[in-house]
């Protein structure tokens, strides 16, 4: 009998040692990544990949693959990041921006592509965490399609959720500070994410989360100054003429982003019909035209040899889905798909193979545990989601959060006509806080010869919000300026001036 109960007693003391082993072990071996299809070397630091369910009954499956630092896990910030859409993956950001690797499209039609570790990693310095957000997106999935009827107020509340899991799950890194990261529509996600996630740190809401402070890049922020922004932005980049500029401030009485007359809106179809062939993600870059879209289309010669490049592809050549068409402000209520705005035309310069070859692949899926194309449907870079912009204006939340102490970084590439710099200047000079770092520009040096050179240029607020362009970049910053853009993020994360 005595002996029974001391083996009884051992296994106790055997199941409680295991309990406390993974609680305070934290992060989970079984989502841990062990190896990556198609990479040719190895992990800098560990990944950890899979799902965080948000609801049982529903099986609600938020998907994230998380990066340790490569520098001091144990100290460095934690950052969320996210992308936009509202509908698009950030395996966006993962794949083309900022993630480990650097995708090299496989040689042979059909065959994997070739991974390479990226030296301008934001892993280099942080811990990363994308998210693929809303569910519906990416690799997140729900067993009730009723889930995908969303908007902002309903995905930030949901991700807040998500959060309070992952910290659960990986409760090691909940002294570390935190950050939330995203561009283009996430300019909305970033903002009502964070409002909610201090709510819950005023609530007392448990785990307690090290909040401090954001990064937008190129964000959606407020109809009416984003939507002002696009005309300064054309004339100021010298793709419109100094008359046509003119005639549509008077005509337009200085408001464009909701004509007001019909000769108003006649000037600004003109100004549209002028940059039209343009890349708007990145007015510098060709626009590359998949043979398929042209192949049918009315539009003239001209326009078909407009992707055609002698340049080896630093950036993508596709432009679909990232945000907006020009002239399609993000306007209160159901957001269309770009079908629904383009009226079912072709939309050009679309092409992610790099991504979708290697998130369809059932042995990439397997390698980071995400559930195979059956259940959660083709990964593809946006998905169309019935998506309703609920929350308003962000002037609001970046008030409120930034005289709360939170730190704010809103950058800029300024050769993005989708959501241009014009915009994000203005209305960060909105908030009406003191200069206190007069507009100047921020330097790197050349990876040649190391001379010092201008990167871009950047207005320094009150209450730690920071304005920074990245010069000659396009909407998804990091993607053509990789080094510049892990210098001002370092700088940044670190309380250093940039
Ligand atoms: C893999 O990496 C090695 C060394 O970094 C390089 O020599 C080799 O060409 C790479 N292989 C491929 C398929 O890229
Ligand atoms: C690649 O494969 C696809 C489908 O297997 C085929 O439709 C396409 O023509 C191929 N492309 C080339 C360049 O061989
Ligand atoms: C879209 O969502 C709204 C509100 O969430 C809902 O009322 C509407 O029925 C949904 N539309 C479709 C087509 O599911
Ligand atoms: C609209 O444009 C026409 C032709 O340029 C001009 O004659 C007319 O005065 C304009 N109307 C207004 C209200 O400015
Ligand atoms: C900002 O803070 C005020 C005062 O606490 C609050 O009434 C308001 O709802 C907040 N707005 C947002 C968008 O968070
Ligand atoms: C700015 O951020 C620093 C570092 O987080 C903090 O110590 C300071 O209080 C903040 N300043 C303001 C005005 O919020």
Redesign the pocket.
């Known amino acids: 009998m005595a002996r029974k109960s001391i083996i009884l007693e051992y296994s106790i003391v055997l199941t409680l040692l295991a309990f406390c082993f993974l609680v305070t072990e934290g992060a989970p071996q079984s989502a841990l990544v062990t190896q990556i299809p198609g990479l040719n070397g190895t992990f800098n630091s560990k990944h950890y990949a899979g799902y965080v369910n948000l609801d049982e009954s529903h099986g609600k499956n938020m998907f994230y693959y998380f990066i340790e630092s490569e520098k001091n896990p144990s100290n460095d910030p934690v950052v969320l990041w996210l992308n936009g859409g509202p509908g698009c993956s950030s395996f966006d950001g993962f794949v083309y921006e900022h993630g480990p690797f650097n995708f090299e499209l496989g040689k042979a039609n059909g065959s994997l592509p070739i991974l390479h570790n990226n030296p301008y990693s934001w892993s280099k310095v942080s811990n990363i965490i994308y998210l693929d957000s809303p569910v519906g997106v990416g690799l997140s999935y729900s067993k009730n399609k009723d889930d995908?009827?969303?908007?902002d107020l309903k995905t930030a509340s949901e991700t807040h959720s998500f959060l309070l899991k992952w910290f659960a799950i990986y409760p090691e890194f909940l002294k570390n500070p935190f950050y939330i990261s995203g561009e283009s529509y996430a300019g909305i996600y970033v903002p009502t994410l964070a409002s909610e996630v201090v709510k819950g740190i005023d609530a007392k809401v448990e785990p307690v989360i090290n909040f401090k402070g954001y990064l937008v890049g190129n964000g959606v922020t407020d109809e009416k100054i984003d939507g002002n922004a696009l005309v300064p932005f054309q004339h100021g980049m010298g793709l419109i003429s100094d008359k046509m500029f003119e005639d549509a401030t008077t005509a337009c009485k200085g408001v464009f982003y909701t004509p007001g007359s019909q000769n108003c809106t006649s000037l600004l179809l003109k100004i549209t019909q002028t940059v039209m062939g343009l890349n708007i993600y990145d007015i510098l870059e060709p626009c590359y035209h998949s043979p398929l879209s042209t192949k049918n289309s009315k539009l003239p010669m001209s326009f078909h040899k407009l992707g055609e490049t002698e340049r080896p592809l630093p950036v993508r050549t596709r432009m679909f889905g990232r945000a907006w068409p020009l002239n399609a402000p993000v306007k209160e209520g159901?957001v269309p798909s770009w079908p629904e705005l383009l009226d079912n035309h072709h939309v050009f310069c679309t092409d992610d193979t790099v991504a979708t070859a290697w998130l369809n692949n059932e042995d990439v899926r397997k390698a980071i545990h995400a559930e195979p194309a059956t259940v959660t449907g083709p990964w593809e870079l946006c998905k169309h989601l019935?998506f309703?912009h609920d929350a308003g204006s962000m002037l609001p939340y970046h008030k409120n959060l930034t005289t709360r102490g939170y730190r704010a970084l809103i950058y800029s590439g300024d050769h993005d006509m989708c959501v241009p710099y014009t915009g994000s200047e203005k209305w960060t000079s909105s908030l009406g806080y003191a200069i206190v770092d007069e507009w100047r520009p921020w330097y790197t040096k050349d990876q040649i010869q190391g001379y010092v050179q201008v990167a871009g240029y950047t207005q320094g607020y009150a209450n730690n919000l920071t304005f920074l362009t990245i010069k000659g970049a396009g909407h998804t910053v990091p993607e053509y300026k990789p080094r510049e853009s892990l210098q001002f993020y370092d700088n940044w994360l670190q309380g250093k001036k940039i």
């Open positions: 995908y009827n969303t908007g159901l019935n309703t």
